[in-house]
């Protein structure tokens, strides 16, 4: 079943203009194991932390079925904007970190399969890339629902 969810930072919007960091990003996250509404809110805690970074806006919670693998919870995703001092790579690295930290193995099981926190960076700046180990902008991101669903709500809020 889809369905929009909100809580005490799924949408939040910054009103500070004046705390942006050198880099923007934009990032999607999803996870359909445990509790990923809790997940989220202690992953923006850690976002929140780093004063490397600065939340600009994330967008509500959007929960919708699996694609893929269909024998599964269903997924919940959400986007977030910051901005960061961070590069790039410095940058990819900690959110690398942040999803072990979560409880995401690197290996997956089979493709599509669940997970507890998973991190895309969609953009970074107007940076474009395409490694084996790193795509941006995100492949595919604008024909993902999971993406553009949470990121529409998102620019309706005037989170960016």
């Known amino acids: 079943m889809r ?25 999607s996250i999803g996870g359909n194991l445990k509790n990923p509404i809790k997940t989220f809110l202690h992953f923006i805690k850690k976002l929140r932390l780093n004063s490397n970074i600065t939340l600009i806006s994330t967008s509500p919670i959007y929960k919708n079925p699996p694609f893929g693998y269909t024998k599964q919870n269903d997924f919940y995703n959400s986007t977030i904007i910051l901005s960061t001092n961070m590069c790039l790579i410095e940058f990819y690295r900690f959110i690398f970190y942040i999803e072990r930290i979560f409880g995401r193995k690197r290996k997956r099981e089979f493709k599509n ?6 991190i895309d960076i ?22 993902r629902d999971s993406v553009l669903i949470p990121l529409l709500y998102q620019v309706n809020y005037k989170g960016f």
């Not at 969810?5 to 990003?25: A, D, E, G």
């Not at 969609?122 to 024909?143: E, T």
Request: aromatic fraction near 16%; charge should be positive; charged fraction near 20%.
């Open 122 to 143: 969609l953009f970074f700046n107007d940076i474009f890339i395409r490694s084996k180990k790193l795509n941006i902008p995100h492949l595919h991101w604008n024909k």
């Open 113 to 118: 399969a669940p997970r507890t926190l998973d």
């Open 3 to 27: 369905e929009i969810i909100t809580n005490s930072f799924f949408p939040f919007v910054n009103k500070n203009k004046n705390i942006y960091l050198q880099n923007i990003s934009i990032l």
